[in-house]
């Protein structure tokens, strides 16, 4: 069974749904009643055509509910005949798709989250960690945003704020070791640079690049990750951080500051340096002001506390996380890491072995407790 290409099947496939007069909620169950089906049928007998394979499924899914509910019998006219079988429309969908589910009568926060789910493939639980928020509570948006679009018409596309935030979350979402979804965000992000002149387009789309062009050397042989400041800077791909750079300085250019561009920014900064030692806090700490100012987001002055600490020095860095709320992820291993460079090895080992059990992966959960046992061995006895 290959679920990367059902993963990349499934947006096209809900847009040629949508398009054939289907309302979301509908289609999008219809679709997942196909992609059950499928892993239960294509082990034994694959199809040659999958994608044809799963549009008719899906849309023979789609009928039968639509049949059966009553209440919606004012749409029989529309799902009458069924799309013949074989080769399926090979038009790439995904980006549209995104626009519509950024649909007006809902709140961006809520259209994200809807988003997020039905075609970044996202589960709940994912989306949660990404809002901070409980998963009840983002099962709830999510219900309540599906109700709020079942029964209206797909023909006005959201705004470029709410896909831009979704594109963002996806990309970020490609390094929780769950699933592998930057380069395809990456992709979506040239699509839309390609037909809309902004600069916060631009922004993210330079932000994605830099990030992207470190992966190679985020994590070890053996799997474990490997923080910036211990990576090959050999490994970084100077394609993409030459690319990044300059569709960042244009974005720039035009003195529209916007959060990705700042974010950016500070992704440029620490690929300019040649070692980590070498890298321009100050700097970094200016670009965090902007950043916060343009936000007032929690876990971006949590950021700032870390790079307060390498420019002003560890009790800083501390001084600055002492304003925030320690109940923020990752708020212990950032804790920890500062008293570890104020040189209280006790405190530092047992915060990183408190943010190992709060981690939000096992890669992170592994990185801290072998940061913990480091300085344990390290301690006077």
């Not at 969908?93 to 988003?115: E, G, I, M, R």
């Not at 050397?217 to 993409?240: H, K």
């Not at 804790?335 to 890669?363: F, Q, S, V, W």
Request: charged content about 25%; proline content about 5%.
């Amino acid at each position: 069974m290959n679920e990367a290409l059902l993963r990349s099947l499934t947006p096209n496939v809900l847009g040629i749904l949508v398009r054939r007069g289907a309302d979301f909620a509908a289609a999008e169950d219809a679709v997942q009643d196909a992609l059950i089906e499928a892993v239960r049928v294509w082990p034994a007998d694959p199809p040659r055509d999958a994608k044809g394979w799963l549009l008719t499924v899906a849309w023979r899914k789609f009928l039968d509910a639509t049949r059966a509910d009553t209440a919606r019998r004012r749409r029989e006219d529309l799902v009458e005949e069924e799309p013949a079988t074989g080769p399926a429309p090979a038009a790439d969908d995904t980006l549209q798709l995104y626009f519509l589910c950024a649909h007006p009568s809902l709140t961006p926060s809520s259209a994200v989250a809807l988003t997020l789910r039905a075609v970044g493939g996202l589960t709940t639980r994912q989306i949660a960690q990404a809002y901070l928020v409980p998963e009840a509570t983002m099962a709830q948006r999510i219900s309540r945003a599906k109700r709020t679009v079942s029964d209206v018409r797909f023909d006005q596309p959201g705004d470029v704020a709410t896909v831009l935030r979704v594109l963002y979350l996806v990309f970020n979402e490609g390094y929780s070791g769950d699933v592998d979804l930057a380069a395809e965000a990456i992709r979506l992000t040239r699509q839309l640079a390609a037909v809309i002149d902004h600069p916060e387009v631009a922004g993210l789309l330079a932000l994605m690049l830099l990030h992207h062009a470190r992966r190679a050397a985020r994590t070890a042989p053996d799997g474990s990750l490997v923080p910036l400041a211990d990576q090959d800077r050999g490994r970084w791909d100077t394609t993409s951080i030459a690319e990044g750079v300059e569709i960042l300085q244009a974005a720039l250019a035009r003195d529209r500051l916007g959060e990705f561009q700042a974010q950016a920014a500070i992704a440029a900064l620490h690929a300019d340096a040649p070692a980590a030692e070498e890298t321009d806090w100050v700097q970094i700490v200016e670009w965090y002001d902007e950043l916060a100012d343009l936000t007032d987001n929690p876990v971006v002055r949590l950021n700032r506390a870390v790079a307060v600490g390498e420019a002003d020095g560890p009790r800083t860095g501390l001084a600055a996380l002492a304003a925030l709320d320690d109940s923020l992820p990752r708020h212990t291993a950032v804790a920890a890491y500062l008293h570890e460079r104020d040189g209280d090895l006790t405190t530092a080992a047992r915060l990183y072995a408190e943010a190992a059990e709060k981690a939000p992966n096992l890669a992170e959960r592994n990185h801290l407790t072998r940061q913990a046992a480091r300085l344990n061995t390290r301690r006077p006895r």
